[in-house]
């Protein structure tokens, strides 16, 4: 069984840090390409983060320059630091899994197959 597992979620203020995780589990994820998504209440899933196998990266505009997407292959793990939180920043986030990528970080949900549960980030102004 696949598994997504996200961590390091909390409360912060404004220009706060926190460090996301993702572990993956039950296959390797080493060639797939993971993305990170937020959900916040009232508003559809979108694109944050995603990183190829080789480290290519993509960010949404919102975040670029304030949060760095990594991967440690050997512990099928990804991190989000996220640095410079706004309240705007608030919401569930979500680890993701694309498969049938490998060189390519894409945006839709569509092509992402695997999910987590989510870990919830609250900023506070």
């Known amino acids: 069984q696949v598994t997504l597992v996200e961590s390091g979620g909390g409360s912060v203020q404004a220009g706060g840090s926190l460090r996301l995780s993702c572990a993956a589990s039950g296959r390797a994820f080493s060639s797939d390409v993971m993305g990170w998504f937020r959900q916040a209440p009232g508003n559809e899933r979108e694109f944050v983060a995603g990183i190829t196998w080789s480290g290519t990266n993509l960010y949404s505009d919102s975040v670029k320059g304030r949060f760095t997407i990594s991967r440690d292959n050997a512990k099928n793990t990804v991190y989000l630091q996220m640095n410079s939180l706004k309240p705007e920043d608030t919401a569930v986030y979500y680890c993701?899994?694309?498969?049938?990528?490998?060189?390519?970080?894409?945006?839709?949900?569509?092509?992402?197959?695997?999910w987590g549960q989510g870990t919830q980030v609250t900023v506070d102004s």
């Open positions: 993701a899994a694309d498969h049938a990528a490998t060189a390519i970080v894409r945006r839709a949900r569509r092509y992402y197959d695997y």
